[in-house]
Structures are given as C-alpha cells and as structure tokens.
C-alpha cells in the first residue's frame, strides 16, 4: 500500500512539472528558434485577416504637394486602386480634401488608420492642429466602423533642431488629450495612436518620446494600446553597407531590441504596428530598384506574417502606394521613388502577391 501511495505521488509530481513547465513554454513571446505556432498581432485595432496595410500620400499628381487640395475623384480612383491589393491603409492628414477618405473608405470596404498631422508653431500650431483633430472626428462620426484609429502626429520628435515639422512630445501629448475628449464628447470609441521613429521608444535617443508613449497607454482600453512605428531595413543596410533585400532579420532584430521598440512592448505595455517599412524602387544607388524592392516586400510580408524569431505577427503599413514627385529633397534620391505605382500609372511596377 505505502510503494503504491509512493507511486501515486511521484505520478502527480511528474505531471505538475509538466504542466508548469508548458505554461511557460507558451507564455514565451521571444522564442530562440523559428518553430513553434505563430501568434497573431497583439491588441490588433486592424478586423482583416491580412497584416499587410498601406501608406497612401495623395500628392502623386503633377503639381500636387502638401496645401495643394486634392479633388473628390482623384481620391475615388486612389483608393479604387488600393482595394485591389489592400483591406487597409493609413493616412497623415485630413487637410486639402483628405478628411473625404474616410467616407470614400466606406464605400470600398476599406479601413483607415486617420492620420492628424501636427502643425508646428510657424505652420498653424495648435489651432490648426486642433482644427484638424476636429475635422477627423467629423469624419469619423458618420463611418466609425472604417476608422481603426486616429493617429496624432507623425515622426513628430525626429531629428530636434532640423526637422522642420518637430513637434514637443508634450505638445503631441496635449493634441492627444484633446482628441479622447473630443471622441468622449461624441460618445465614440476609437482608438488614439501616434507614430514615432524607431527611436521613439529609445531612452538613450534624441527622439525619446515618453508623453507620447504614456497617452497611447493611458488614453486606451488594454486591447487597443498600440503605438506605430516607422522601421526601415533599407537604412540598415545602407548604413552597414550589407545590401540584402532577401533578408531583413537581423535589421528587424536591432530595431527591436536596440532602438526601443521592445521597450515599448515591456515597459508601457504596448503592441507595436508598423507604421512605414519599404524599399525604394529609383535613386542614387544601383540596388535601389524594382527587383529588390519586390523581393524586399515579399521578405517583408513573410516576415510580418510571423514568419520571424519571435513567431509574431506584426500589423503593418507599406510604404507607399504611390510614389509623389514633391519629395525630392529625402536623402539617396529615394523620396520620389517609395511607391508600389509609378505617380500617375494605373498597373503597379510588380505584381503583387496575396498577403496572406
């Protein structure tokens, strides 16, 4: 009797362990190795089953650049086009027309990450940002089920001192304050968001921005705390002089882990959206073309998918749908050649694959 109560209890011992010790295994969210299943996005504001999104800057057309107003119908056939190949996209402003997005959105099944831009004291400052913030929530009103989010603001601390649209992060923090009580006031539930930098996240960088990063928490219910990013691989790899199209692992693992991006994951309890990643199809270099920048966005969509060390996925936004002739002045020659379409084409430079 005593060697089968024995027997029984080192049984009930063995299958504790066991079950203690796959808890943890499960509770792992950066695994060491590539196996194991693949979990979904964190705290995910995007209804598709698709992760791959995209960045629609409207100023494509001859002439066009921010304070140019874009017609109704260019808008329409935007975003006709971006229904063929996307369930989402996100935007940077609701100036010059934009804020027809959301309505136009609607009538395509789309949904719109709606972006705010910040207006620097020199450009409008708080009324005009305000004004904009106000200009959202109209919009957003009438078709709350197309708007995922409102972003406040766009790479806003990046570069203090030469960026020419540098916002306070105090500031931004403010802009956000306003727009909850604005979406309390209409008795809408939608998330508020903003997108940082790589660095934003970053303690030991010039673009920290910890008033941001406590609104995208404290503004939010739990399952809606996220804060964009913008993440570029193709600066990496510039940067280093290792040109691999083909594989972004390692540039993803550094942002992640050296440029704060975990730490918006662990110490504000965030998920992270990718707020731009992509690969310019033109510019100074010769790797800056159309065939790497449609293996990059194969490479991107595999990683994103969860395809990746940490077994995540990762909503995202390419950037950008259309490439826009007034952004001559980015570095490389790269900033009129980010887009999926040539300006005014009507076919895109590759096919583009499923995104699932």
């Not at 989402?88 to 609607?106: P, S």
């Not at 099944?109 to 409008?124: F, K, M, R, S, W």
């Not at 997108?195 to 739990?222: F, H």
């Not at 100074?284 to 490479?299: D, L, P, R, W």
């Amino acid at each position: 009797m005593k060697t089968i109560k024995k027997f029984n209890v080192l049984l009930y011992t063995l299958v504790f362990l066991f079950v203690i010790t796959s808890c943890n295994k499960n509770d792992d969210i950066t695994p060491s190795n590539n196996e194991g299943e693949i979990k979904e996005a964190n705290k995910d504001v995007v209804a598709s089953k698709e992760h791959m999104g995209i960045c629609y800057g409207p100023y494509h057309k001859a002439g066009q650049a921010p304070t140019t107003p874009i017609p109704t119908q260019q808008i329409k056939d935007d975003l006709s086009l971006i229904a063929t190949h996307f369930d989402f996209l996100r935007t940077y402003t609701v100036a010059d027309n934009m804020e027809k997005v959301v309505e136009i959105a609607a009538s395509k099944n789309l949904q719109v990450a709606l972006g705010v831009h910040c207006y620097p004291n020199n450009q409008g400052g708080a009324a005009k940002t305000k004004a904009d913030i106000d200009k959202a929530i109209n919009a957003t009103k009438a078709h709350k089920s197309t708007v995922l989010c409102i972003i406040i603001g766009n790479e806003t601390s990046l570069n203090k001192g030469s960026n020419p649209n540098y916002v306070d992060p105090s500031v931004v923090a403010g802009y956000m304050d306003y727009a909850k009580t604005k979406l309390d006031g209409e008795g809408l539930d939608i998330p508020i968001t903003s997108c940082l930098s790589a660095g934003g996240a970053d303690v030991n960088s010039g673009e920290y921005a910890p008033q941001i990063l406590e609104k995208c928490r404290d503004l939010n219910s739990e399952e809606h705390r996220i804060i964009m990013m913008n993440i570029y691989p193709f600066y990496g790899q510039l940067a280093t002089n290792n040109i691999t199209p083909s594989d972004i692992s390692g540039n993803m693992e550094w942002s992640f882990n050296n440029q704060g991006i975990r730490a918006a994951e662990t110490k504000y309890g965030l998920s992270v959206v990718i707020g731009e990643i992509g690969w310019p199809t033109g510019g100074h270099n010769s790797f800056q073309n159309v065939t790497n920048a449609e293996i990059n966005f194969k490479t991107t969509l595999s990683w994103i998918n969860g395809n990746n060390t940490y077994r995540q996925a990762y909503n995202t936004f390419w950037f950008e749908m259309f490439d826009e002739p007034w952004k001559t002045a980015e570095p490389h020659g790269a900033g009129t050649h980010w887009g999926l379409y040539e300006s005014t084409s009507q076919s895109p430079k590759f096919t583009i694959p499923s995104l699932l």
